[in-house]
C-alpha cells in the first residue's frame, strides 16, 4: 500500500534501479560498509597501509637484504629494478627446475649474486608447474608523491604483477551480490503496468470510436439511480393522495347527442356522490360508467339529484372493493388551510393537485339566473388547480377528510370550445351541505330547499340587502307566517349582517341562507328607520318546485 513505509532497499528497488547505482557518499568504514546487507554494493577496492601486503611473505634471513619499503610494495617493484631484482636481458625461467640460492654458490649456473629466494617463483608460495614467467616485463609507474584513492573501481591494469587476480597479486574479491526486487515490489510493479495498460488501452479505444465533431461520447455515463424510499410521511401531500386516491373515481356518461365527464367519490354504503350537472345527460334514459382507482370500471344508476346545490347520488354496480372516503367538517376549515383537489381534469383519471383555502363563504351562481337551474353556493374557494372534469371530485384537507365538493371555476370568459382551463379561482360546495343533501337524496330521492320567505330588492344600491317594498309577478316581499314573518321582519327592512358576516349583495345573502338545513336558527343584524335591530330566524323548507327567488 501507498501509505506502508518501506526499508530504504525496497525503496531503490521499486524504482528499478539496482545497487550498483547508490554510492555511501563517502561514509563508514569498509568494515561497517560490508556488514551492511541491506546498503547498496560497493566496486571501490580496499587500500592497505604501505609495506603490507594481502599474504603474509617470509622474513629475509639478513634485514640488510630486506628491500626497502617504498610504500607501494602493493603495485610491485620500485621503477628502478624489474620484477625479479635486476636490470639484464630476460631470462626465461621454469618454476618447475626448483632451484635453491642456498644450495648454488653464487655466479654459478647462470645465478645472479643480487637476485634474492624470496622473491623466487610464486609470491603465494604455492607451487606451480610450467608456468613460464618473462623477467623482461615492463616496471610499473613510480607511484605518485600522494596515494589518494583514484575512484570507484580503480586498480593496477589487469593481468599486471600485483594486481588482484594476477600472478603475484592477491587473489580476487569475491564478486558482489545483487539482490533483485523483492516480490511484494514485483506484483506491485505488475499492478502499476496492469493499470497504466488499461487505461492506454482505454484512451485508445475512445480516441478510436469517437465520432469526429458529433458531440457524441461513446463512453458517457451519468451512473445509477441514486437510492431511496417512496415512502412519505401521512400528513405529506404524497402521503394523502395514496389515501385518497383508491376512494375516487371518474365519471363517464352518455345522454343521447351529448356526453360528459367528471369525478365523484365514493361514501359509505357504496354509493357515489358527485355534481348535478355531470349526470344530468344520464336522465331519463342515459347511461353512466364509473371507473375506480384500480382502472376496474361497472354501471351505475342515478339515485337522486339536487340541482339547486349541484349534488347528486349515484350507485355503482360493483366497488372492487375500494374503501370509502372520510368526511370532515366544514365549519372547522379556515383561510389558508393547505388543501388538496384530487378528480379527472380533462378526462385525466387520478389527478392530484394542491392549494390552499383561499376564502370561505364565497358567494357563487351557476348556471343561468331565474332559472331552475340556477345553482347557488356559499363555497370554499381554493386555489388548487380545477379545470372541466374535476366537477364532483374531492377537495381534502391534511387529513385526508374531505372538506368541500369540486363544483364551479372562475374564468376570464369562454374559449372557442365553449370551456377554459384553471385561473386559480375554484370553488367546492361545503361538505357539511353535501353531506345533508346526500343523505336526504338517498333517503327520499330529493333534497330540500332552505328559505326564510323574502324577496329582495335588486335595485337597491346602499349597504347591507333590502327586503322588497313592493309585491313581484305575484309574490309578496315578505311571505304570510313564513320564517322571517314570524321573526319580526318587514318590506323595506335592510338586513346588515348574518351570523356575524356584512352582507355585500343579495346572491351572497341566498347562497348563505341555502348552505343552511331546514331547522337551523340564524342571527340576524337588520336597520329599519335608522335603528338596528337583531332578529332569530329559523331556516325553512322551500315548495317542492324550486326557484332560485326569493329566499
Known amino acids: 500500500m501507498t501509505d506502508d513505509a518501506r526499508p530504504s532497499h525496497e525503496a531503490h528497488d521499486a524504482e528499478g534501479r539496482t545497487p550498483s547505482d547508490f554510492t555511501d557518499g563517502g561514509h563508514g568504514t569498509p568494515e561497517s560498509r560490508r556488514a551492511d546487507s541491506s546498503g547498496p554494493e560497493f566496486s571501490r577496492p580496499e587500500f592497505l597501509p604501505a609495506g603490507e601486503g594481502p599474504f603474509p611473505a617470509e622474513q629475509p634471513r639478513d634485514q640488510a637484504e630486506q628491500p626497502r619499503d617504498d610504500g607501494w610494495s602493493q603495485l610491485g617493484a620500485p621503477p628502478d629494478r624489474t620484477r625479479w631484482g635486476r636490470q639484464d636481458q630476460p631470462e626465461l625461467l621454469r618454476h618447475d627446475d626448483r632451484y635453491d ?122 451512473g445509477g439511480a441514486p437510492t431511496g424510499s417512496n415512502v412519505r410521511p401521512p400528513e405529506s401531500v404524497a402521503g394523502v393522495a395514496s389515501k385518497v386516491l383508491p376512494s375516487v373515481v ?193 333517503t327520499t330521492g330529493k333534497a330540500k330547499k332552505s328559505r326564510i320567505g323574502v324577496a329582495i330588492d335588486p335595485t337597491y344600491q346602499g349597504v347591507g340587502v333590502r327586503i322588497a317594498t313592493e309585491p313581484r309577478q305575484g309574490t309578496q316581499p315578505v311571505e304570510p307566517n313564513g320564517p322571517a314573518a314570524q321573526a319580526g321582519l318587514k318590506p323595506g327592512d335592510v338586513i346588515l349582517e348574518v351570523e356575524g358576516v356584512v352582507l355585500q349583495d343579495g346572491n351572497e345573502l341566498i347562497a348563505m341562507i341555502r348552505n343552511r338545513a331546514p331547522g337551523e336558527k340564524l342571527s340576524i343584524k337588520y336597520q329599519r328607520g335608522g335603528q338596528e335591530n337583531i332578529a332569530t330566524v329559523t331556516v325553512g323548507a322551500a315548495p317542492e318546485q324550486p326557484s332560485p327567488k326569493p329566499s
Do not use: C
Not at 181 to 200: K, Y
Not at 278 to 306: M, Y
Open 250 to 442: 371518474s365519471l363517464a356518461v352518455e345522454g343521447g347527442a351529448s356526453s360528459s365527464t367528471g369525478s365523484g367519490f365514493l361514501i359509505k354504503g357504496g354509493y357515489v356522490v358527485t355534481n348535478n350537472h355531470v349526470v344530468a345527460n344520464a336522465e331519463p334514459s342515459g347511461q353512466i360508467q364509473i371507473q375506480f382507482n384500480n382502472r376496474k370500471s361497472t354501471s351505475a344508476i342515478v339515485v337522486g339529484t339536487d340541482p339547486e346545490s349541484d349534488l347528486a347520488v349515484v350507485k355503482p354496480a360493483e366497488t372492487f372493493g375500494a374503501p370509502e372516503i372520510t368526511l370532515g367538517n366544514s365549519d372547522n376549515v379556515v383561510v389558508g388551510d393547505p388543501v388538496i383537489a384530487i378528480g379527472s381534469p380533462l378526462g385525466l383519471t387520478g389527478t392530484v393537485t394542491s392549494g390552499i383555502v383561499s376564502s370561505l363563504n364565497r358567494p357563487v351562481q351557476a348556471g343561468e339566473e331565474n332559472s331552475s337551474e340556477a345553482t347557488w353556493l356559499s363555497a370554499v374557494q381554493t386555489d388548487a388547480a380545477i379545470n372541466p372534469g374535476n366537477s364532483g371530485g374531492p377537495l381534502v384537507n391534511v387529513n385526508g377528510e374531505v372538506i368541500g365538493v369540486n363544483s364551479a371555476i372562475a374564468t376570464l370568459g369562454r374559449s372557442v370550445g365553449g370551456q377554459s382551463g384553471s385561473i386559480g379561482l375554484g370553488f367546492a360546495i361545503p361538505v357539511n351541505h353535501a353531506r345533508r343533501v346526500a343523505q336526504e337524496l338517498i
Open 101 to 222: 640460492d642456498r644450495d648454488v654458490p653464487p655466479g654459478e649456473g647462470g645465478r645472479d649474486p643480487g637476485f634474492t629466494g624470496e622473491h623466487w617463483g610464486d609470491p603465494s608460495g604455492r607451487p606451480r608447474h610450467d608456468t613460464a614467467v618473462f623477467a623482461s616485463q615492463p616496471a610499473p609507474p613510480p607511484p605518485p608523491a600522494q596515494a589518494f584513492g583514484m575512484g570507484p573501481g580503480w586498480a593496477p591494469p589487469p593481468g599486471s604483477l600485483g594486481a588482484p587476480g594476477s600472478f603475484g597479486g592477491p587473489p580476487p574479491a569475491p564478486a558482489p551480490v545483487r539482490r533483485g526486487p523483492r516480490t511484494a515490489t514485483l506484483v506491485i510493479l505488475a499492478l502499476m503496468v496492469a493499470l497504466l495498460a488499461s487505461t492506454l488501452g482505454s484512451v485508445g479505444t475512445y480516441l478510436l470510436t469517437k465520432p469526429a465533431g458529433s458531440g457524441r461520447d461513446p463512453s458517457f455515463s451519468l
